[in-house]
């Protein structure tokens, strides 16, 4: 009986990657918007009954594929970052942007999926939330150690936060425990230049403009940390 269940749950979790690595290659030829369960189970050679058996429905198939797509790219970030000393927070910010963008170039139709256009009709559910931070949970960690090292060193004067955005600040400030709220917007601000600079790539607005991707992303990243302050301690 134990190994009939464990069978069964072996054969569903092929079916289930099966799945969902069809409807990645979908992603690249159709977009998120076109995505379709009934042109998964043709592909997969079965009736399209069997497969709302894994799921009910496209918005479910399309939760696992966020989940699947945050997970990697926070998998990602966490491996390029881990490496690098704790002191060096210069290095670890450098790392972990490096991390982020060479994932969002070689699967850039999962990383639309994540950060392009919203699905007509999709609100994402609770479930994806804890997926979608660890990215940023990393880039937090490593503003937040840097800070309780005296290793946040901003550079230049900048205009105070609106005191409006003071709530908005202590949502943030989860991310970065212990920040006052002129660095949890440095903080916002650099994670911004990030975000931006690899939807620009992805999205090939670099194309025919900036050749030299890999080096020009390097300098931007690195006036970015200077706005915010990081600097090596090692």
Not at 108 to 117: T, V
Not at 140 to 155: C, E, K, Q, T
């Amino acid at each position: 009986m134990t190994a009939s269940r464990t069978a069964r749950e072996r054969v569903r979790a092929e079916l289930t990657r099966e799945i969902t690595d069809i409807a990645r290659r979908q992603l690249a030829t159709e977009g998120a918007g076109g995505l379709s369960l009934r042109a998964v189970a043709r592909e997969m050679g079965m009736v399209s009954s069997a497969i709302y058996r894994y799921f009910p429905s496209r918005d479910d198939l399309l939760t696992r594929l966020i989940i699947d797509g945050y997970n990697a790219l926070g998998e990602a970030v966490e491996q390029a970052e881990a490496p690098v000393p704790r002191g060096d927070h210069l290095g670890r910010w450098l790392a972990a942007c490096h991390g982020l963008r060479d994932w969002a170039v070689a699967h850039p139709h999962e990383y639309a999926l994540l950060y392009g256009s919203p699905v007509p009709g999709y609100q994402a559910p609770v479930e994806t939330v804890a997926a979608r931070a660890r990215d940023v949970t990393v880039l937090g960690a490593i503003v937040s150690d840097a800070h309780a090292a005296a290793a946040l060193r901003p550079a230049g004067d900048t205009p105070p936060p609106p005191a409006e955005a003071a709530a908005d600040a202590g949502n943030l400030r989860g991310l970065m425990p212990g920040l006052p709220d002129e660095l949890v917007w440095r903080a916002i601000t650099a994670w911004a230049t990030l975000y931006g600079w690899v939807n620009l790539e992805v999205f090939g607005q670099l194309n025919n403009t900036v050749e030299a991707r890999q080096p020009v992303f390097e300098h931007a990243m690195r006036v970015a940390a200077t706005t915010l302050g990081l600097v090596s301690t090692e």
